[in-house]
């Protein structure tokens, strides 16, 4: 027990990977745009419905 200072020592810090990037087309990048929202006003729609209660 005679090392505790090399316990708490602080982490040496990690290099970064690289980001990759993709380009995409605008039409397609309209329609993943389209989808996401299409999805919310789902979810906000279904929001509002009653859960599904089997216990009766």
């Given at each position: 027990?005679?090392?505790?200072?090399?316990?708490?020592?602080?982490a040496p810090?990690?290099?970064?990977?690289?980001?990759?990037?993709?380009?995409?087309?605008?039409?397609?990048?309209?329609?993943?745009?389209?989808?996401?929202?299409?999805?919310?006003?789902?979810?906000?729609?279904?929001?509002?419905?009653?859960?599904?209660?089997?216990?009766?």
């Open positions: 027990m005679t090392e505790t200072s090399n316990q708490f020592k602080k810090k990690r290099k970064k990977e690289k980001a990759r990037t993709v380009s995409v087309s605008p039409e397609m990048r309209q329609a993943y745009a389209d989808l996401i929202k299409e999805r919310e006003e789902r979810e906000a729609y279904a929001k509002h419905l009653p859960a599904n209660e089997k216990a009766r």
